[in-house]
């Protein structure tokens, strides 16, 4: 079909995003068994922060743009590290021991929280991301794309593998896997959990902190109110994957932006006009639901036998 | 201190007498209550007490799935919506019927009872948080299909929602209308007042009915350990679905409550937003607790009305609004919510079985720390 | 004590399908996990009125096969018959409306409930009140709750904690949340009752009071299986056993027959003693 390879580059795309927000929720609930709602809060903190550095630093003209990108996106990832780490220390390391549905509230307020700051901050309307890239289109095989688009994908991958790096050939990385297995145990073998748990949210947000830059470079905005859809659409790739698994995350990552973008693209022909693409964002719900029911270790997740 | 004042408190309880003056009280303070707040605070205030009351029914609903049966479920407020639409859409000039409000409020508790279920089914197997992803999806599923429903049949009217909804009428008495009873006025906010007060006593009692009893035991027992009831012969299955379904028949109810009294209704009213609002009632008032949960109605309905008198300090202060207090609401409940979960996570007033357990006693019996697969049978 | 004429009041004249006196039957059942073979065609028949031990060194299958009986697991092959019900298929709330009641090794009680509470869950099996029975609380329903309650203490005072029954269970005694354990289990008028090392954690004088217990309780009629790994419990209390090793069954009889057959001794010591 004609617009297949165009939806499967727009998947891509998307799914890539997906993937880098994904990793911040399983990394965090691989550890604390706490899904972050604040988390998808946190990449629109870091699209707009970056946004803002950019409005700052542009119009004087005095700044190289690529210097003032450079800025932006490290002060986002600044602000998301430091915002990430006093999330957990304020709201989740209180309840540690508590039980799950306490913790999950307060995960709520939290969210609630961070959402509504961003709104008295910079406002109800849509914030425009500032022209600072030359977007360049590259036709082939029928579809087209972007060098905004290669770039996040690449930068994407680049980060993922940067990532399983750190996770599997580095002793914070073997120290992050032994608390998800048993922080417990962890903790006796010399391991520091809260250090640990800290590592994990900075590097989740730093990761939420890009792609909230990169959703709101792609898309030429970003809104108080974006985080919201972007965190549960990620949580759902995360179980998709498999929930605690990084390899899984960047994997239902990527599948759940293709799905929705094939989705997006078909769901008119295939329903006879019924249901049109604004219903897209029902996608990632039902492969959320579908895959809770019917595998809810997900794709690459342990099957955990059951217990006495 | 306390321990002083309980004992105290538990023997006027069990004084027979003293508790019938009580109701007896509390009957005449709620028979004239709109009346005084209207005298006191003005007519505006009635309308919050009825909206507070609509708000006490579904609390008190979400209450038996969350409090009682500890099932999180997110997405609570598409049972309201069901219900307001189910109204709206028989009692407006949408579709031209114009149905009576007995028949269908039965129906609408029946219908968001069958989605109840359905909603409920595919989560059974869930561990809580997954419960609670799952249902706030299903939320927005039905939020997404009631604004995108009017094309290519026109159903819902989309994002513009149903308007001109028949007030409710009983036996020709229009409740939308003002009326004159014993040379007293009776706007039509009182004329409410007393439905929805009478069905809002009516779900109190079948509340507290409900958690006195053989099924009301077998949702705090899933609670507790879900393994063991079943070995204990609980269908935990049926008993998780009778608190969907009970759950949702009182939000069906109050929808339908909602849309005759507003006579407007839209997809905007059935955000995630609100669902996450009747939870923070039930949260911060106590879960579990009939009284704790009318508190924390009534005190989060109200609150958005203190908040006006914020914006007056401001003006005062600053000679200026800053910051309209409106959009601080939600941020001071996201607040209240963290702050309650961290220093009193058994809400204000919390049921004796929440304050054990919450309680700091060390126990001897060791909870298993349930995995993530527990429960996945 | 009180003495309560009968702590289970389900009936035995069911007994047809199975040889005489045998209440429960596993036949031939296997049970793999991905691998690992953790039952292999284990067979074997609990009499009425006897009490029935399933022993054998750790990792031998003895809660495998156990959660086979109670219906947590699906065996791949065999099946399990309480009287003339076959219970493997059945989902676990079934099973014990067929009358099989179980313990847990870990204690699964109803922590923030009173012990009254705990053993008045058990009786949900039995009773019928819904919902419409909940909110009009006609007379059916009060009496039923009523006998609900009366029972529930009966079970108590039996067990040896109606003082307690107003205590929440997490802070009871070990020994005492044990017996609740037992008391809710036999709330559900068992034919047969199921426990899951329930001496587990005990010190000897408190295994001595179990020993008392279960043997009032098969003096009144109550057929019982359970894990044990206390010897001295087995072997003072239970008339036959079966020994289970790597998945298999490797002998049956009595205490006295089984703890002299060398197949055993080799399970459990790893070898002839020289």
Not at chain 2, 297 to 306: D, G, K, R, S
Not at chain 3, 147 to 168: K, N, W
Request: charged share 15%; glycine share 10%.
């Amino acid at each position: 079909m004609d617009i297949f390879l165009q939806q499967i580059v727009n998947g891509l795309v998307l799914g890539s995003i997906y993937a880098l927000i994904a990793l911040g929720y399983t990394m965090v609930y691989g550890i604390l068994e706490l899904i972050n709602f604040a988390h998808g809060e946190v990449t629109m903190v870091g699209g707009m922060v970056c946004i803002a550095i950019l409005q700052v630093l542009l119009p004087a003209g005095s700044v190289p743009v690529v210097v003032a990108i450079a800025l932006g996106v490290g002060g986002a990832m600044l602000v998301c590290m430091l915002l990430g780490l006093a999330i957990e220390r304020v709201a989740y390391r209180p309840l540690r021991r508590a039980p799950r549905l306490t913790a999950l509230i307060t995960a709520i307020g939290v969210s609630i929280v961070l959402q509504n700051s961003a709104m008295l901050i910079w406002g109800k309307q849509y914030v425009s991301f500032p022209e600072v890239i030359e977007i360049q289109r590259y036709e082939f095989g029928g579809a087209h794309i972007t060098n905004l688009q290669i770039t996040i994908v690449l930068l994407a991958l680049l980060l993922m593998i940067a990532l399983l790096m750190l996770v599997y050939r580095t002793r914070l990385g073997r120290a992050m896997r032994a608390t998800a297995q048993s922080p417990d145990l962890a903790a006796l073998m010399g391991v520091n959990p809260n250090s640990v748990i800290a590592a994990t949210f900075i590097i989740g947000a730093a990761l939420a902190a890009v792609a909230g830059i990169m959703v709101s470079a792609y898309y030429g905005l970003a809104h108080y109110y974006m985080g919201f859809l972007l965190g549960l659409k990620a949580f759902s790739a995360a179980v998709l994957g498999g929930i605690g698994n990084v390899a899984g995350a960047m994997l239902g990552g990527i599948l759940l932006g293709i799905v929705e973008s094939l989705g997006a693209g078909y769901i008119g022909p295939l329903t006879g006009g019924f249901l049109g693409s604004n219903y897209q964002d029902v996608f990632a719900f039902f492969v959320l639901i579908l895959v809770l029911v019917f595998r809810p270790s997900g794709l690459l997740g342990e099957r955990v036998g059951e217990r006495a | 201190m306390t321990t002083v004042w309980r004992r105290r408190w538990h023997q006027l309880k069990n004084d027979r007498r003293a508790a019938l003056a009580a109701f007896m009280v509390m009957g005449i303070v709620l028979a004239l209550l709109p009346f005084v707040t209207g005298e006191l605070l003005g007519r505006s205030w009635v309308r919050i007490i009825d909206f507070a009351l609509l708000y006490i029914m579904l609390a008190l609903g979400l209450n038996i799935v969350v409090g009682y049966a500890g099932l999180l479920d997110l997405g609570y407020i598409a049972f309201y919506a069901v219900g307001a639409y189910l109204y709206a859409l028989l009692a407006s000039p949408h579709f031209g019927l114009h149905w009576p409000v007995w028949a269908i409020l039965p129906m609408g508790a029946m219908v968001a009872a069958g989605f109840g279920v359905l909603l409920g089914a595919p989560t059974l197997k869930l561990r809580g948080d997954y419960l609670a992803i799952v249902t706030l999806g299903f939320g927005e599923i039905v939020r997404i299909f009631l604004t995108n429903l009017n094309a290519p049949v026109n159903i819902t009217n989309g994002p513009q929602g149903v308007s001109l909804i028949d007030p409710i009428s009983i036996g020709g008495f229009s409740l939308g209308e003002t009326h004159s009873l014993l040379g007293v006025t009776l706007p039509s906010t009182y004329t409410y007042y007393y439905l929805f007060l009478v069905l809002t006593l009516a779900i109190v009692f079948i509340s507290i009915r409900l958690q006195d009893s053989r099924i009301g035991r077998a949702w705090v027992a899933i609670r507790e350990d879900e393994v063991a009831a079943a070995a204990m012969g609980i269908n935990t299955r049926n008993v998780k679905l009778l608190a969907f379904a009970m759950g949702a028949s009182f939000a069906g109810v109050s929808g339908g409550l909602f849309a005759g009294f507003q006579g407007f209704i839209s997809p905007e009213s059935f955000t995630l937003f609100e669902s996450v609002i009747v939870l923070c009632m039930i949260v911060l008032g106590g879960m579990g607790n009939i009284a704790g949960v009318v508190l924390g109605a009534l005190l989060i309905t109200v609150f958005p009305e203190a908040l006006r008198y914020l914006g007056e300090l401001q003006q005062l202060l600053f000679g200026r609004v800053l910051v309209d207090p409106n959009d601080l609401r939600l941020l001071v409940f996201g607040l209240a919510l963290v702050v309650v979960m961290i220093f009193r996570p058994a809400g204000l007033l919390p049921s004796v079985r929440r304050r054990r357990e919450f309680s700091a006693d060390e126990s001897v019996l060791t909870q298993e720390q349930a995995s993530l697969y527990d429960a996945r049978r | 004590m009180t003495h309560v004429a009968n702590p289970s009041s389900a009936h035995r004249d069911a007994a047809g399908g199975l040889p005489a006196g045998a209440v429960l039957a596993v036949e031939n059942v296997s049970k793999h996990f991905g691998g690992l073979a953790a039952l292999d065609q284990v067979s074997f028949q609990v009499h009425a009125g006897e009490i029935f031990g399933l022993i054998g060194p750790n990792g031998a299958g003895k809660t495998t096969l156990f959660n086979v009986i109670t219906a947590l697991y699906v065996p791949n092959s065999g099946r399990v018959r309480l009287n003339t019900q076959t219970l493997s298929g059945c989902k676990p709330h079934a099973v014990v409306q067929h009358g099989l009641a179980r313990t847990f090794q870990n204690i699964r009680l109803f922590a923030n409930m009173t012990a009254l509470e705990n053993v008045m869950v058990g009786r949900h099996v039995r009773t019928t009140a819904g919902v419409l029975g909940a909110i009009l609380r006609n007379r059916a329903t009060r009496t039923e709750e009523l006998a609900t309650t009366r029972r529930a203490q009966e079970l108590l005072d039996y067990v040896g904690i109606g003082r307690h029954a107003q205590q929440l269970a997490r802070n009871m005694a070990y020994g005492d949340q044990r017996r609740l354990e037992i008391a809710r289990a036999l709330a559900t008028d068992p034919v047969l009752l199921a426990l899951d090392e329930p001496a587990a954690g005990m010190n000897p004088s408190e295994t001595e009071s179990l020993m008392t217990l279960l043997t009032r309780l098969r003096a009144d009629g109550v057929t019982i299986l359970l894990i044990e790994h206390d010897m001295r419990l087995v072997m003072g209390l239970c008339d036959r056993v079966v020994v289970l090793d790597y998945g298999k069954k490797i002998a049956q009889g009595t205490p006295a027959v089984v703890r002299g057959d060398a197949r055993v001794i080799e399970a459990y010591l790893g070898g002839v003693l020289t």
